[in-house]
């Protein structure tokens, strides 16, 4: 059975603070993906890695495959970077069958 | 940009009644998803289709929910006779290929009283 757990599960920070969200695996994985979701439910994509490092914008991911762990990193947050975020690994075995984490609550205050 | 869209936003309905959840999944996507989200707790995955067929199933799946493509743009999940904890916000994804990023709807909140 796949494990996941985020940490933090709960952070708030000041605005222009670096942010790091911490996701941790039990099984071998293809892929994994970092999920937002918003305050009113809706569910973002934001990055899909199976290896190395991702960036988009001020938002860096980071998988290590054979430690089974991710960050997701928040560079200069602003407060509409509230939201949860959810890390999701693809399973090798039932690649389609995602395992979500519990998700982390970040609050960022202006 | 394109978009997976879900009706209706909300429903509500009582114990024993038959609902069926819709989506329309983009339009040159191959693989469609359900998940739920129960008030408070993770997402979950329901239920993969492709090539008209059902490709993987939770263990939630039971025999009460169904998932269909009835035409080539929706996707539709059918629960048969509602039970009060299958209140839950529902949602419907896609994706372009076996292990591509997840475009997501906005959900359906459904509550069974």
């Known amino acids: 059975k796949n494990e996941v757990e985020q940490s933090p599960q709960n952070l708030t920070a000041q605005e222009g603070e670096f942010i790091t969200i911490n996701c941790s695996y039990s099984?071998?994985?293809?892929?994994l993906h970092w999920l937002q979701q918003h305050p009113g439910g809706g569910i973002v994509s934001l990055f899909m890695?199976?290896?190395g490092k991702k960036k988009h914008g001020r938002l860096i991911a980071t998988i290590n495959i054979q430690e089974k762990h991710s960050s997701l990193h928040i560079t200069a947050s602003h407060p509409r970077d509230s939201a949860v975020y959810i890390c999701a690994p693809n399973p090798l075995q039932g690649a389609q069958k995602l395992v979500f984490g519990q998700g982390t609550r970040l609050t960022i205050n202006p | 940009e394109p978009e997976v869209t879900q009706t209706p936003s909300h429903q509500v309905t009582q114990m024993g009644q038959e609902v069926i959840l819709r989506c329309v999944p983009i339009?040159?996507?191959?693989?469609f998803y359900w998940y739920r989200q129960i008030l408070g707790q993770k997402v979950e995955f329901l239920v993969s289709?492709?090539?008209?067929?059902?490709?993987?199933k939770s263990e939630i799946f039971d025999d009460q929910f169904s998932v269909e493509r009835p035409d080539g743009s929706n996707f539709t999940l059918k629960i048969r006779s509602t039970k009060l904890e299958d209140s839950a916000m529902y949602f419907c994804?896609?994706?372009?290929?076996?292990?591509?990023?997840?475009?997501f709807g906005n959900g359906t909140r459904l509550t069974v009283t």
């Open positions: 994804a896609s994706s372009d290929g076996y292990n591509s990023p997840l475009h």
């Open positions: 890695l199976s290896s």
């Open positions: 339009s040159n996507h191959l693989y």
């Open positions: 099984v071998g994985i293809s892929a």
């Open positions: 289709f492709y090539n008209n067929e059902i490709s993987e």
